[in-house]
């Protein structure tokens, strides 16, 4: 089924509108000098997180190399920023990585090599994944990708020893579907409410079951940000933790977890909304988890949104349904989604568990922010990492969240 889907959206076309011209009317002005690091590259690139996820760089590379050598038409200096779905475009080359692991998990699936055939079908669904990254609303590749990049994720558990369900939630009258990992369901298990960065989408936090949760006897279940993946009938408003406070009303009605005992982990973006809830929901929850997370600094300082990377900003727009071409438009707009405008951050306390990670010199979760977090909570656990750059850094940061976790679920 994933190939025929595969063949019917994903064949050569130059017509579809360019990622980064999305959401910034003036993003043909961009130019190398003005983005991250200096590189000339639209997309943020994170080789540390894609190693980490057992992606191979080699592979990525490879790409870096057919994108930065095409010859067709760019829609600014950025090298990623080649029109269309056709050879030379971000979108399209990593859809033949993830074709080519696809055609090798069913090869490894016929002959019966289960753990083959998880790792490739994983590996597709990451590729499948990065093929739409950053996952705007409204770019038809993107979307196109999400779908291969779920279905994939399904049949790589199928070939594990977990199980996963997809759950139908009910929120404003609407549904929102999200993923619920499970080591096994002999029990009700306690669960971890996850979310990413605002440039993700849930197939990306499946490391964190597989490698941490799971063998800590936890279910995890991974829920999408306003406006990506499948919460984009959502846009981003100062209520950030909507919809992930419409999932806690619904968890009594989940037969595999154990509603009573609910912690919630949020990772870069979600961090804020982590934060939220632990002042909105601190009887519903045992813990919450906010790791590098923003909260107040990127929202309230002008000249800091400004030095976003353009990528970055066009994520805040295309999430709050929005142009970002006009900084200070976009400033006040992002504004109420800090926590201390809010009220909540620096006035208040939750009796909560916190952890709180942060890195030296972070844009977006700098040292006044932490600073916020460590006094919300009088039981508070700060950890303080010099970068988060490399791939021992995850496995740290993950599993000292997990031990601590195991203490209050």
């Given at each position: 089924m994933s190939e025929n889907l595969s063949e019917s959206l994903f064949k050569p076309r130059v017509t579809v509108k360019e990622?980064?011209?999305?959401?910034?009317s003036k993003a043909r002005q961009l130019i190398a000098e003005n983005q991250y690091d200096g590189r000339p590259w639209y997309r943020i690139q994170r080789p540390w997180l894609w190693q980490w996820m057992g992606m191979s760089w080699i592979d990525i590379q490879s790409v870096f190399s057919r994108i930065s050598a095409c010859d067709k038409p760019r829609t600014?200096?950025?090298?990623?920023?080649?029109?269309?779905?056709?050879?030379?475009?971000?979108?399209?080359?990593?859809?033949?990585?993830?074709?080519?692991?696809?055609?090798?998990?069913?090869?490894?699936?016929?002959?019966?090599?289960?753990?083959?055939?998880?790792k490739q079908y994983l590996m597709a669904s990451y590729y499948a994944t990065m093929a739409g990254f950053p996952h705007f609303k409204g770019d038809q590749i993107a979307t196109a990708t999400h779908a291969l990049s779920y279905t994939h994720l399904l049949s790589a558990v199928d070939h594990s020893p977990y199980l996963v369900k997809k759950l139908n939630i009910p929120v404003d009258n609407r549904h929102i579907e999200c993923?619920?990992?499970?080591?096994?369901?002999?029990?009700?298990?306690?669960?971890?409410?996850?979310?990413?960065?605002?440039?993700?989408?849930?197939?990306?936090?499946?490391?964190?079951?597989?490698?941490?949760?799971?063998?800590a006897g936890f279910a995890m279940l991974s829920v999408d940000l306003p406006g990506v993946g499948h919460s984009t009938q959502w846009c981003l408003q100062q209520d950030s933790s909507h919809i992930h406070m419409a999932i806690l009303d619904h968890l009594e009605e989940v037969p595999w977890v154990d509603h009573t005992r609910v912690a919630v982990l949020g990772y870069r973006f979600a961090g804020n909304i982590a934060a939220?809830?632990?002042?909105?929901?601190?009887?519903?929850?045992?813990?919450?988890?906010?790791?590098?997370?923003?909260?107040?600094?990127?929202?309230?300082?002008?000249?800091?949104?400004?030095?976003?990377?353009?990528?970055?900003?066009?994520?805040?727009?295309?999430?709050?349904?929005?142009?970002?071409?006009?900084?200070?438009?976009?400033?006040?707009?992002?504004?109420?989604?800090?926590?201390?405008?809010?009220?909540l951050l620096g006035a208040m306390h939750t009796r909560l568990p916190?952890?709180?990670?942060?890195?030296?010199?972070?844009?977006?979760?700098?040292?006044?922010?932490?600073?916020?977090?460590?006094?919300?909570?009088?039981?508070?656990?700060?950890?303080?990492?010099?970068?988060?750059?490399?791939?021992?850094?995850?496995?740290?940061?993950?599993?000292?969240?997990?031990?601590?976790?195991?203490?209050?679920?």
């Open positions: 990622t980064s011209t999305i959401s910034n600014s200096e950025m090298l990623d920023t080649v029109g269309g779905y056709q050879p030379g475009s971000w979108s399209f080359e990593f859809m033949k990585l993830s074709s080519s692991s696809a055609s090798m998990a069913k090869a490894f699936a016929e002959a019966h090599d289960e753990p083959q055939a998880h993923y619920l990992h499970l080591p096994d369901d002999d029990s009700p298990k306690p669960v971890v409410i996850v979310s990413g960065g605002i440039d993700s989408i849930q197939p990306e936090l499946y490391p964190i079951f597989q490698h941490y949760f799971a063998k939220r809830m632990a002042f909105l929901a601190p009887e519903r929850l045992k813990a919450a988890a906010i790791l590098a997370g923003p909260v107040d600094r990127i929202f309230s300082d002008i000249n800091r949104m400004k030095a976003l990377p353009q990528m970055y900003r066009d994520c805040l727009a295309n999430r709050l349904g929005i142009d970002s071409a006009d900084p200070e438009a976009l400033f006040y707009k992002c504004l109420p989604l800090s926590l201390k405008t809010q009220g916190l952890f709180v990670l942060g890195r030296g010199g972070d844009y977006l979760c700098p040292a006044e922010d932490l600073n916020l977090l460590s006094h919300a909570s009088s039981d508070c656990t700060v950890k303080v990492m010099d970068s988060i750059a490399e791939n021992h850094a995850f496995n740290s940061i993950f599993a000292d969240v997990t031990k601590w976790l195991q203490k209050h679920l």
